[in-house]
């Protein structure tokens, strides 16, 4: 397939890597030329771990317009907060409809989307997509080589319309069909999104060892210590008392990572110890980091907003949201996705999800 990855980050090295290695024709777009230079001058990336190769990437370009034409599926790898602003250049430079597919979308990302892109273009009609997560567990090493850790097994993606969600999967390329499921709706990814448990809380409570100018750690094996994992437990169950009430019940995150990874463990904290992915993953090194300023505004935010729409008082990941806007000084519930408008806006169909 022609397709295009918009990002090149961690994720976006990964899948353009991938899918180019497994014989697609392959454009990788990212918004600064400068992040990408190196890329331009020699478009070869370098992936090791679990996938391996040199993958020679057909165009990477700065050109939004460029990267669009032609694309059979554009897969958006970019953090959840470029989604509204990125909707409406796409909305701007998309001159017929294909499938985007969030990457993954966090809370609600897939509504944002075609809200944002609406304001610009009511006549181009995309199916719009997003996953629970993203299916590499990966970093990137250099400008031109990512290390891809894992390969997450039945990761959830959902459009709008959760009926299109299997015939949406059987058009992907190949070599990605077999890593998805259909959610049964966009509660399940977005309300399932994991993210906003897994990376918040403990970058928060282990803010003096992440500044620390002298040492790195782990951040799954080290920084979650029992403790803090049995506090990521309490807001995992906020998070699955929104679902439950929303009618579509979604796994723990415990569960969620011994199927993704197909590993044992009876709390949390084991499972996390067992994760052989997550063994050699450092910390972030300031609290500047998408696990911040991406999960709590796009994962937490939205989050908290449905959770007390419904009745629930959400404490734990409330004082979350609290803690970070204190550190930062930034007030993330004004920031971050309003679920009001989502729903006020976008049409009936992203009303119902609520329902």
Known sequence: MKVTVLGAGN???????HLTLEGNTVTLWNRTEQHIEKLLENPVINCSGVINGKARIALVTSNLGDALEGAEMVFVTTPAFSHAELAKKI???????TTIVLNPGRTFGAMEFIHSFK???ATVN?????????IYTCRKTSDRAVEVYALKNDVLISTIDAND??????????CLQSMFIPAKSMIETSIGNVGMILHCAPILLNVGWVESPEDNFCY??????????????????????????LGT???????????????EGNSLYQVIQNNL????????????HRYITEDIPMGLVPLEAVGKEIGLEMKTIQLVIDLASSLLDIDFRQEGRNLHELIETNNISAYKILQ
């Open 11 to 17: 994720s976006g090295l990964a899948m353009a890597a």
């Open 165 to 174: 969600n299997q015939a949406l999967i059987t058009s992907m390329p190949v």
């Open 91 to 97: 909305g701007y430079a998309l001159l017929k409809p």
């Open 220 to 245: 799954y094996r080290t920084g979650i210590s029992p403790t803090i994992a049995r506090f990521i437990e309490k807001m995992d169950q906020e998070r699955m008392e929104v679902a439950e009430k």
């Open 126 to 134: 995309p199916i719009v997509a997003e996953t629970q997560t993203i």
């Open 119 to 121: 304001q610009v273009n």
């Open 277 to 288: 992915a997550y063994e050699s993953i450092q910390a972030p090194q300031t609290l500047q």
């Open 249 to 263: 019940p979604v796994e723990s995150v415990k569960e969620w990572m011994k199927r993704t990874y197909q590993i």
